[in-house]
């Protein structure tokens, strides 16, 4: 059948879109913008990240280890070998340093970002070489972190275990001390207590930094980190006493080899231990303990505000995928407000329906909002590194209960929203072609790690309860960092506070809407509190309303720095971009009033909103929707996201989504051969059944 | 390196999970259920249904075209091909009905059912040979039905196109008429008119149903149906004048072949213009008219209820996995209820949080309210055929629309409870083998297709707006089957009534949930006949209220049939049965005002609700929540979804989770394979640089 194995039927002809064509669609709405698209991109981003980005992005572009073409239609091995091939090319472009390309830390780091999709050598990088930095003593550096560098060994991060996630107090791998010979022993003594999840085992690595629980002179002193050989170094195979692979297929992240470990009494140095913090005496196994480390949260707000930074990125793809394809995409004749081109009548852009406006238009504006919100995160960030040097540790409790929050309730935003963008391209945003298909998948895990996102609300209530209570016992003062004891204590000196809105506009009105977000998050505080203090509530059966709680106060901060950093940036402020700014505010208040409208029950319940102020309310909100729409392109071009990024047919810049719909699926690798596996065993037997051919019924012309 | 190729690092050892184990956790679970399992499944699915399902079981169980053991690893071309097997088998079991399996369109059904996954056939039995059923003349019948029910030839339905999707109506592909050879000639005219999202049509099928536009005379009379033969019946290939291939990789759906297709002037003859309801004559293409059929009406809304049964499946096996496993898997010592088990402190099973058992048990009671609104539908779809025959209409309308916003609203539901009970699995959710993420995948296009969710709610309200002003004008009457017409006529008698609960137990009174259903649903609908007939708003500004409205009145449906079934059921209402319609009150109470405090915002803007009695009601689903819990594991083992079906290693009847866990972690591919592909070339070259290797660096006791 090999005459058939040539792909004549699966290729298309030269055939164009029915007119208007993507392109002129797009040129059309890119003539509505009124502000510059590059001032805000380069408000965002600086001039001096996008050439970093463009000059990345020529380098990678026309690297093989680097292409895209075939990811959507990659089995799962296929997706760790050409996931291989990019790391070690990774490797190689960077170690050009000072030579051709020139790729500093951040070009590394853009080009990863670029080429979105995470490796087997990803949590070598984020997590194997962060832990060996801050947690080893000088020999271990020596031993442990220069091979890691230079990828002599690589290396994962092992602490889930099968049946122990969250609680990581409750894990059971142990490394117990064995003086007679100076070593531990790794031990895994129950089928929960293997390894799971852990990014890079499966395959990739050679070392690990196993979270074991520390036993030395009988006494479990809880988990501790060890840097840990698990495969040789010679042939890759694993070592004995080990059990390692691969868990199987997941959701996404199948570029990963996220693996399993168990240890069968499996003996390793003493050098191991990581001693940065606590050390096992030789011989003696007397443990001394680490110094209380708070410093530790800083870390983990950093981790956070990336994480927010990283939202603004993913909501930030989404929209400039689906605004895009909104205005290509034209669906029934709008009778009552016919789209004309040409003198034409043609079937209505999508993005003109108030509803597709109202589905896609506030995650554009939430996007705004996580961008301004993270770069505020990572400001008191440094801050508070500053300040906790100096002892003064008065910033870390409330940006560290804020961070948490933060992370819950972006990242949650942001799946929901890869989703809704999908829903909002129709059948087509089914296709992988979309875009948005394996971003949904990989993006997911973002909802359950680093925290799971249910268990953070419960550190950040746990902190508004607290202070709540320190404002009403006066033991707290508002101060310029601390916006939750402003907003406790503005609550609390008029708890019957009404909003004074009269007319839809009055909600554009930036105090008055800090009022409403501070109003409503307080007096949800006041009443959880009331009901575990003096009703003597449990806190597992008011875990609903913790979270709620959370939710409100983190929604006000996103509010609160948006709002507050267009009227006080330096840029921003300038009168040169006037345009750009006008456009920003707008976005804040459809962020705000959109936020209001998906909360409205908590608004209502708090007595701070009356159903008249809802009507307008909503009111206001159509009302933006209609001004936002003819700059929705011009926002989604000023993220500057390359197509090579995107890598979506229904989010190229040009437009010209039809025609690479048809180029990828010629691509399908089940395009070619013509004739189906399976098709002699499975179809032919009841086709040919008591039927004889006539020459007609062949297609002897292709043959 | 063969000498890696056995599996030892990868084989688990015989350890047991730490207890106690899931089999001990789940039989406690049992031990707790006050009703009888096995009579609600009976109920809901009749024993005769039952005693089928075990038989198909017991046969596909043991059959290799029907294994799912490697359903999770399977690459794209691996899913076709193995769909493809299964089909053909199903085929030869089918057709040994009166012989060995005895197996009848419901078993063959029940079959398609337990394999749980669409195959290249699929479109052939639900939408091709149901289109030639009802389109046909005889001499069609005979030409393509019956060997089409014979497999002789295979089909699909081509009338998506890649520019056309919900507007059927803007489809381009042509069929002119060609009076000199009495032909009808196919052409797609531009790219955007290449039929796309065709099941079955990308390898598959050798014969298509296309829609066209029908040309004859000169004359454009909109789409039409042929039958049209695609790929050589002799040998598979193509026809000429014709592109065909598959579209590529999707989210989910893999195992299905969805295609393209475009005719370049491609001929076939009159008899495939399908002539049951409109013909063109041969020689003078003179056209005669359909019937103005309402009658097709009628199978739309037998579809829907369908899908809505289908939701409850969907439903039912997301919540058997979440809850199994909520037992099983412990987190975390609640420090204030701490969980013993002989009499030692373990931890705390998730479901025992206020929270985990927020997010799931109201999805335990959506399951079985689709169920009772399914079975509704169902009866009605009967009624109503049967009242068309008498030339009656009455019904059709109202069940019409209700059966749009239902299939939106249910499908919406359901996928985001697929999600929801995913993310409480925790990180094991996102693990294949949760046996959620490809179902996820795979049920996720139920909320495009069959009517866009978004744009079968303008259906509904449009019908929903009609009625008010009917009953406004005093032009309907309450009828027993019209609710619509009752709701809305209680609201117009009253227009301010308040609820008259005065504490959380009084949201428990059926008449009170039903009355604030109705008045929600009723004020939503006044409010945009009023924005819309007096102040002059467009549709299009209206979308959001819109799709509001269709929800808030397919809401009112669901609790409706819930409790009016409840009450009025002859089987539900024996003596002897008292225990299993105790916990279905509980259920439906807990849907009712779980969905109350969803919507809360819409209750309150009614002026319906007072903020006090939101608290109540709140209160009294925490309430709920506690009674639901001991019964859940018998509500969802009542479901009686076998293991096959749900091939999940969280949801196993036995409890067996880690142990399921790990055998499947064993059989990923990747781990056939001591050492990864790609090692030699990515990864050697980095650990070797500058080495050299000692005897004890290598693993030798395993070589």
């Known amino acids: 059948m090999s005459i058939f194995n040539n792909n004549v039927a699966t290729k298309f002809s030269d055939l164009k879109p029915r007119g208007p064509g993507g392109e002129a669609l797009l040129e059309a709405e890119r003539e509505k913008i009124n502000f510059d698209v590059k001032s805000l991109s380069k408000f965002m981003y600086t001039e001096a990240w996008l050439d970093k980005l463009h000059r990345v992005l020529s380098v990678i572009e026309s690297e093989p280890a680097f292409d895209k073409t075939s990811r959507y239609y990659q089995s799962r091995s296929e997706k760790i070998k050409t996931s291989l091939w990019k790391d070690r090319r990774m490797v190689e472009l960077a170690r050009l340093f000072l030579r051709e390309h020139l790729w500093d830390e951040q070009e590394f780091q853009i080009a990863n970002f670029l080429f979105d999709q995470s490796s087997p050598f990803t949590l070598h990088y984020s997590m194997f070489i962060p832990t060996l930095k801050s947690q080893t003593n000088d020999e271990q550096k020596k031993l442990f972190l220069e091979p890691a560098l230079n990828h ?250 804020s961070s948490s929050g933060l992370k819950s309730l972006t990242t949650t935003m942001a799946i929901e929203s890869i989703e809704d963008c999908r829903r909002a391209c129709g059948g087509h945003g089914y296709s992988n072609f979309s875009g948005l298909g394996q971003f949904y998948q990989d993006y997911l895990p973002n909802v359950t790690w680093e925290g799971d996102n249910y268990i953070l609300t419960q550190q950040t209530a746990r902190y508004l309860l607290k202070t709540f209570r320190n404002v009403v016992a006066g033991k707290a003062e508002p101060s310029e960092y601390n916006h939750t004891i402003s907003y406790l204590t503005q609550f609390l000196q008029n708890t019957t506070a009404k909003c004074p809105a009269t007319k839809p506009a009055d909600f554009l009105n930036p105090e008055l809407i800090l009022s409403a977000f501070g109003f409503r998050a307080a007096y949800g505080i006041a009443k959880v509190a009331e009901q575990i203090d003096r009703e003597g509530r449990s806190w597992n059966s008011m875990l609903v309303e913790i979270s709620r709680i959370s939710k409100a106060h983190c929604q006000f901060i996103l509010v609160r720095n948006f709002i507050v950093t267009l009227q006080s940036d330096p840029t921003l402020t300038r009168a040169e971009h006037k345009p750009m700014n006008q456009i920003l505010r707008t976005l804040s208040a459809l962020f705000a009033l959109h936020t209001m409208e998906k909360e409205l029950s908590e608004f209502l319940l708090s007595g701070y909103l009356s159903s008249e102020q809802c009507a307008m309310l909503k009111e206001q909100v159509i009302t933006l929707l209609d001004v936002v729409r003819p700059q929705a392109v011009g926002l989604v071009d000023a993220f500057a996201l390359p197509d090579y990024y995107l890598h979506s047919a229904l989010g190229r810049y040009d437009g010209q989504v039809y025609e690479a719909m048809t180029k990828m699926a010629e691509a399908e690798p089940l395009n070619h051969t013509l004739v189906v596996d399976g098709y002699e065993e499975n179809i032919k037997p009841f086709v040919h059944q008591g039927r004889t051919f006539a020459k007609k019924d062949v297609s002897v012309s292709r043959l």
């Not at 050390?279 to 003696?284: D, E, G, L, M, R």
């Not at 993270?374 to 400001?379: D, H, N, S």
């Open 152 to 401: 002599q060994i690589i290396g994962c991060y092992a602490q889930t275990e099968l049946g122990h996630g969250s609680n990581v107090q409750g894990i059971e791998t142990t490394a117990t001390y064995i003086p007679e010979t100076n070593e531990f022993e790794l031990h895994s003594p129950t089928l929960t207590s293997s390894k799971w999840w852990i990014g890079g085992l499966g395959k990739a690595a050679n070392h690990a930094i196993v979270m074991a629980r520390l036993i030395t002179n009988g006494k479990d002193l809880g988990p501790h980190p060890f840097c840990v050989q698990i495969r040789s170094l010679e042939n890759h195979a694993p070592l004995k006493g080990i059990t390692v692979g691969d868990i199987g297929p997941k959701f996404g992240f199948n570029s990963v080899d996220n693996g399993f470990i168990m240890f069968d009494h499996y003996r390793i140095p003493h050098i191991s231990f990581l001693a940065k913090f606590s050390q096992v005496q030789p011989s003696t196994g007397i443990y001394s303990k680490p110094p209380n480390a708070k410093l530790s949260y800083g870390t983990m707000v950093y981790v956070r505000a990336n994480i927010v930074m990283g939202v603004r990125y993913a909501l930030a793809k989404a929209t400039t995928i689906a605004i895009r394809y909104s205005t290509v995409r034209q669906q029934f004749v709008d009778a009552a407000s016919p789209k004309k081109w040409d003198n034409k009548v043609i079937e209505t852009p999508v993005l003109d329906y108030t509803m597709q406006q109202y589905r896609l238009l506030p995650i554009v504006a939430s996007a705004y909002a996580c961008f301004f919100t993270g770069r505020e995160m990572l400001r008191l960030y440094e801050l508070n590194q500053e300040a906790m040097k100096d002892g003064n540790f008065d910033l870390l409790a409330d940006l560290h209960a």
